[in-house]
């Protein structure tokens, strides 16, 4: 959905484009989610290499939810929604599964901790049953 009108005045960029999508928390999504966030990205102006670090970016949050959400049966939605406003992507992963398990787990935290590196601001958010994954990414100045 586009909002606002990029014509009237170039020097104004204040316009908001946006998705969701929802899916199974299944192997499959997380390729539907990766390519969904990359083209977005694109379309946004972000330029290869950030286009590649927010599709690894969500890979990561996504291969999570799917993996650890919801326990041993699968059974469970995950949803990406995506916005693009002043110069800044937001993305963010949400499952509404069990969360974070206390304790070591094989291999959540190096995901988180690639994420981390990827985005310029990364928020995680376990309130009542699931979480949720913020990451925001400095779009190029668009000329």
Do not use: W
């Not at 928390?25 to 102006?45: D, K, N, S």
């Not at 690894?56 to 939810?65: D, I, P, Q, S």
């Not at 069990?98 to 901790?113: H, K, N």
């Amino acid at each position: 959905m586009m909002v606002g009108d990029r014509q009237t005045r170039p020097e104004v960029q204040a316009t908001l484009t946006e998705f969701e999508l929802t899916r199974a928390a299944e192997p499959e999504t997380v390729t539907v989610f990766r390519h969904r966030a990359a083209a977005f990205a694109a379309e946004q102006g972000a330029d290869p290499d950030l286009t590649a670090d927010i599709a690894l970016a969500v890979t990561e949050a996504t291969t999570n939810a799917v993996k650890y959400a919801y326990g041993a049966d699968g059974e469970g939605e995950v949803a990406l929604s995506a916005s693009a406003q002043d110069g800044r992507l937001t993305l963010l992963v949400i499952d509404r599964g069990e969360g974070f398990e206390q304790g070591p787990s094989d291999g959540l935290g190096l995901g988180l901790t690639i994420i981390a590196r990827l985005c310029h601001e990364l928020k995680i958010v376990q309130e009542g049953s699931g979480t949720q994954v913020l990451m925001r990414f400095f779009l190029p100045p668009r000329e």
